[in-house]
């Protein structure tokens, strides 16, 4: 069990006074520290406050000074797409516990344009330069600010979409864009409870209050896909936990997106107990109906941890049969051809170890990605050459945490 120090005195989880430490440690304006490591460079943590409760965060750029088997440690940026976008598209402030994010979409209505799907393939939408946060890099972003790309073993059985849109709010909540606190610009449906559908509904009018309130307004989504069938007009997207509202597409962006999405639309229906999560920019029409004008999805398993292919879907598979803990590699901005490690194992002692997953013709750039990650971040690395060889066995570990 972690231990955090407030103001010198050791507390954990644990402790059934929890909440209260938290709730007159947010109220007092006190940092805790983490534990996780020796005293003389233990690293400060924040409190936020969502709903009624309160939860320990990482601050900006201190994710490095936590061990690796700490759930606030994150490997290094170029793990992941993070490094392309960090300090440009997404700027941390180590003294303040706001992250400012710059988007590549409009909030607001703008000159006409057509409807937009940002994939995982080459396309004039996922910008090379990193200056700005396309729609996938948004969600990447959210999703590794919520820790919900890393995972441990104590998790098992405890993720759920209400922990998922929970964590996405807090992370909304520290982030601002366009101006705005960034969860204020997004909906998330709420976990879906018939006792309690009439409040879940009033809360939904209040979260949505922005499209009302000017015409011009957009918003983002993100939900779970429950299905995308034929409509009035064109199609219509439903999301679970929201039976009483679905998402119209227009005919030319459904047909880009079954498109441009067709490998991960595959997954999610050929791979059971898996799930698709959509984010879009939507408005609101005169006749009441929600318009979605942009849209990429992202796959993720039982757990909830994201995939981009079979064979990921596989490691991941393996890594959760073996109660290892990992963070799973995002793309942000980044292209398919840029060689990334698929995961990063966080037990492999004092440094995680990088995971690949190429075909045999994609073997020397991800190598070589790979010796420059050793040789700045002494990070080593574990190959798996997916079209000609079963799976290799994982590397051993050097601390398990249950």
Not at 112 to 126: I, M
Not at 218 to 246: A, Y
């Amino acid at each position: 069990m972690p231990v955090y120090y407030f103001d010198g005195v050791a507390e954990s989880p644990s402790n059934v006074h929890w909440p209260q430490i938290l709730e007159r440690a947010y109220q007092s304006g006190s940092r805790p520290v983490c534990g996780c490591i020796p005293a003389n460079t233990r690293a400060t943590l924040y409190i936020a406050k969502y709903d009624t409760g309160y939860y320990l965060k990482r601050m900006p750029l201190s994710a490095a000074h936590h061990a690796p088997h700490c759930e606030h440690y994150e490997p290094p940026m170029q793990l992941s797409g993070l490094g392309h976008v960090h300090g440009s598209a997404i700027k941390e402030d180590g003294q303040s516990d706001i992250t400012a994010l710059a988007l590549d979409f409009a909030l607001t209505k703008g000159p006409a344009r057509g409807p937009v799907v940002q994939e995982d393939t080459d396309h004039e939408s996922v910008r090379a330069d990193g200056i700005k946060l396309t729609l996938r890099g948004t969600l990447h972003y959210l999703y590794d600010k919520a820790a919900l790309s890393q995972w441990y073993p104590a998790m098992a059985g405890k993720r759920s979409w209400f922990i998922v849109r929970r964590e996405l709010m807090l992370a909304a909540a520290n982030s601002k864009a366009k101006g705005a606190v960034l969860n204020d610009l997004l909906f998330i449906p709420e976990t879906f409870s018939l006792a309690h559908a009439q409040d879940i509904a009033n809360r939904r009018v209040k979260q949505l209050a922005r499209l009302g309130a000017d015409p011009k307004n957009k918003m983002l989504v993100i939900g779970e896909v429950k299905s995308i069938d034929p409509g009035h007009n064109g199609f219509r997207v439903t999301f679970k936990h929201l039976p009483s509202e679905s998402f119209r597409l227009s005919v030319e962006l459904h047909k880009r997106l079954q498109k441009v999405f067709a490998a991960p639309l595959a997954l999610w229906k050929e791979l059971e107990d898996t799930h698709l999560l959509l984010i879009g920019v939507f408005t609101k029409l005169t006749s009441g109906i929600y318009d979605l004008e942009s849209a990429c999805v992202m796959n993720v398993n039982q757990h909830w941890i994201p995939f981009d292919s079979q064979y990921a879907f596989q490691l991941v598979t393996a890594l959760h049969k073996a109660a290892r803990p990992f963070r799973k590699s995002l793309r942000y901005n980044l292209k398919p051809s840029i060689p990334l490690a698929t995961a990063s194992l966080l037990d492999t002692g004092a440094y995680p170890t990088a995971l690949y997953t190429h075909a045999s013709a994609e073997r020397d750039a991800y190598v070589a990605d790979a010796a420059v990650l050793l040789a700045s971040n002494k990070v080593p690395a574990w190959f798996w050459q997916t079209d000609t060889e079963a799976m290799p066995p994982l590397p051993g570990s050097l601390r398990h945490r249950s």
